[in-house]
């Protein structure tokens, strides 16, 4: 039976069509997909995240597991509430998961990691935690199940933090000071919240975790704020506009960053830190390059058509149409030497339609980037 969210019953209430994603059962839209894009990318839209799974980690040995476990360096997080996104590892530098990591002091931190590799994630973090030596002093809590359950809400678009205020004034003081990749801890709050400036849209916004038992009423209080629901069928072309990776498509196990166009998320300043996975991506060949397609012929691009290029055959990982540019686009693995702005060739329905090459971001902040 498939997996609900504390905001199950405010999604039927709402009209919403409910599908299964990654074992939970979630709204793809409540009513038209493109008006919920347009929402994010021009006003204000909410989408019920609480299916990805916050785990709370606390101990002595925080720090030094995160940095042992992780590719990016949680050491750069000084200032409480600051985030980290990485990529975590397995020896040969395969991505298990893409997740973000919230500083608040050296002993403690929040880690908000996918719906769908929730289970697997916290069998091998776990088992890191014991795995070395002597062990890690260090407690790894889920917060998505049982009495200290969060849910997740995201709220984004260029008026999503103005009228996130208009419906809880009283959190304005302490998030409106808050940088990009940011959270506050709003004690005051029903319980606590915590409200970070992140999203998954490529919009300004928050993401707000706060207990189960309230998100319905908080949900209401956004409705009425005129913030409109959104479902998983606009987050996903929101992202794709963006050129944000969605784990199991764009990366796996099979796939080093480097491949996924997650260079940026290794960090390799200080030489003496060991991480899982550091090793083997020192001599792990790198075959193909991350890319953007723009499509210019009709057509839609979708996840595995072939695209041929002069230096040989590459794959779409995630393609759609884009509501934004009103043209279809999408992510792809292509070989290594394909250029910013050369044409090449997709394989649909049998036909090889012409896309130019562009960077692997196409809307950020409403507007075109190409």
Request: proline letters at 4%; hydrophobic letters at 45%.
């Amino acid at each position: 039976m498939p997996l609900r969210t504390p905001l199950y019953d405010s999604h039927l209430a709402a009209g919403a069509k409910m599908v299964d994603f990654s074992g939970w059962e979630m709204p793809i839209n409540y009513g038209s997909q493109i008006e919920e894009h347009h929402a994010v990318r021009r006003d204000a839209g909410m989408f019920d995240v609480s299916h990805m799974c916050a785990l709370d980690l606390v101990g002595a040995d925080a720090t030094r597991w995160l940095r042992h476990l992780l590719a990016n360096d949680v050491a750069k997080l000084t200032v409480p509430g600051k985030a980290l996104y990485s990529c975590l590892l397995d020896e040969s530098a395969g991505v298990i998961d893409d997740l973000i990591v919230y500083f608040f002091t050296p002993t403690h931190f929040r880690i908000v990691v996918n719906a769908g590799t929730a289970q697997k994630d916290i069998a091998w973090m776990r088992k890191q935690l014991s795995g070395v030596t002597g062990g890690f002093a260090a407690e790894l809590t889920q917060r998505r199940d049982g009495p200290d359950a969060l849910a997740m809400i995201a709220v984004q678009g260029p008026n999503a933090r103005e009228k996130f205020w208009t419906a809880f004034p009283a959190t304005r003081a302490a998030t409106e000071p808050l940088a990009i990749f940011q959270a506050a801890e709003l004690a005051s709050m029903s319980n606590g919240w915590l409200v970070a400036r992140t999203g998954y849209t490529g919009e300004d916004g928050f993401e707000i975790s706060l207990p189960a038992a309230d998100a319905g009423t908080v949900w209401q209080k956004l409705l009425e704020a005129g913030i409109k629901p959104c479902g998983l069928g606009s987050r996903d072309t929101l992202r794709l506009e963006a050129g944000m990776n969605l784990y199991g498509q764009d990366m796996d196990e099979g796939i080093s960053p480097y491949e996924a166009g997650l260079k940026w998320t290794v960090d390799l300043k200080d030489a003496t830190r060991d991480f899982i996975g550091k090793s083997a991506l020192a001599t792990r060949q790198v075959r193909n390059q991350f890319a953007g397609l723009l499509l210019l012929d009709r057509g839609v691009l979708r996840a595995h058509q072939k695209v041929f290029t002069a230096q040989g055959e590459g794959e779409i990982t995630s393609g759609s149409f884009s509501p934004s540019l009103n043209q279809s686009i999408a992510l792809a693995r292509l070989p290594m030497g394909v250029g910013i702005g050369t044409e090449v060739e997709v394989e649909i329905r049998d036909k090889r339609l012409k896309a130019r090459v562009v960077k692997p971001s196409f809307v950020r902040n409403g507007k075109p980037l190409l």
